[in-house]
């Protein structure tokens, strides 16, 4: 008996053209949850709840510091240039210690993603983990300038997994219908509580002047983040297999499409329904104090990741994003890097008690974008999967670009006006919250775009994202300074919110015929799988 999948009859195309297109919602408006959990103890998708929740906490908990920790020396630059700014010389400098965690996030995504195909997430996760609490100690008792860099830019590295991996485990404990939400309470959670913990920096580095104060506090913060990681955070990757229900086999692709299997004798691929034998009680608790290689990974998969993130790189659908989330970010800097200048002269000069709570502004933002894009967004792509028959397409999730897209472009030129012509400081704040919106919610709408048009090249397209843009970002750092200093706020935050909404608008063609390029793209070269949601 052939096979039979209620997706591709409804569709009627192969499954390399079917790629980012999934039978979500029933006739009757129920919800299928997709992918299809098994039985076996290691698949997060049959654990409690709570067993999940603790696993997305030891994740927001490591996000939420690795998130703080790159930010310590931009916040105690004047400690560090009364130290160090005579005993170094070019091309290394106290903005290379601002800059340098940047770049390191970006090569952080092409090192920890790979090595999550290879050894399972939970091994590089504990590794990433006691790499940033031991950059934090170095940093905080650093003697010299080159221990420092060498501290910031292990830190940078560690918030390279935040940035990637962890996505990447937040899909591995979701389901289809569930990840917006998910992604948007983490992304904006940790930003509402990073942004407002900045409110302390000043009390813990007496004004900017103690940097090594504000690493030895965040060191503690770090400690606890590694011991949630090692002993609350299970290994969450898992090949799906086979399934048995109601005298059928189930089998779920790499792009997470459903085929189900009436006999298995005669037509079921040669693939074995997994044993899950009972552990001990000793087991048990020698699991919980070792790491273990996640027995699907191969390390051939770590190196053909790479191969696939240089394809994604050239993919159009997935570079338009990166220079996207590379603009965004450009945007938080030209604010982020200037405000306290500007709020500190005149014709502003308020207190240093006031200048920080810009922070708490962007913290807000943050907030905003997550109920925008989780459960605005979910009750959205819902109303569309509906009238498109319970199908949700990938290009269902371009509508997330659109808020965001413009939230930046208004952020920028909305700051750039407010300098050049001296508007009421509220307008900075008001600039700041709108960038952060702006950053959180394309975060979100990047993650879900590229891993549900592309599942089967999920991980090297997250690496692409991630990792491209920050590097993007690294270089922009160098000139973004000179650039305002040659044309002047007004006419740096008109170009950037120009550059933000020419990319933007790249969504209006992709809404129209980026499913075509999509699935032409899949049926070329869609045959690789290690990076894939679900791997076969």
Known sequence: MAPQSPLSEKLGMPSSARSGTVFLITSDGKIISLPVPSNSRHDPLNWRPRKRIIALLAVAVYSWVGLLLPQGAGLATTGLQAEFGGHISKPFGIDTLISAPTFFMGIGTFIWIPMTLWLGRRPVFVTSALIMLFAAILAAFATNYYILLLAVSLIGLTEGFSLSAALLIIIDLTFIHQRPNAIAAVWSGIGFIS????????????????????????????AISCLLVFFFFPETYYKRPAIAFDGRLIVQSAEEDVIIYDDHEEDFPEKMLPEDPDRSFRRKIFDLFTIQRASPGRWKAMFRCHVQVAFCSVNPLIFWVAILNAMSFAGMMFIGETFDMVLSKPPYQLHRNLIILVDVSAGLGSVLAGLVQGPLMT????????????????????????????????????????????????????????????????????????????????????????????????????????????????KVGLQLGALQLALGLIVVPLSFWGKGARQYIHSRWGEGRDGALRPQ
């Not at 942004?195 to 770090?222: H, I, M, N």
Request: hydrophobic share 50%; with cysteine; proline share 4%.
């Open 195 to 222: 942004e407002c913990s900045l409110t302390t920096v000043p009390f813990l580095t007496q004004g900017g002047q103690d940097w090594r104060g504000f690493y030895k506090y965040w060191s503690f913060p770090a």
């Open 379 to 490: 009750k959205l792509l819902r109303s569309l999967s509906m009238r498109n028959k319970g199908v949700r397409e990938a290009e269902h999730y371009l509508v997330m670009f659109i808020l965001p897209v413009l939230a930046g472009a208004a952020s920028d030129i909305l700051y750039g006006l407010t300098t050049q012509l001296h508007w009421h400081f509220a307008f900075v704040y008001l600039s700041y919250a709108l960038n952060s919106f702006n950053f959180t919610g394309l975060a979100i709408a990047n993650t879900l775009w590229v891993t549900e048009a592309f599942p089967q090249w999920a991980a090297p397209a997250l690496v692409v994202v991630g990792g491209g843009s920050y590097v993007l970002s690294f270089g922009l750092s160098f000139v973004l300074i000179p650039w305002i200093q040659n044309q002047g706020m007004l």
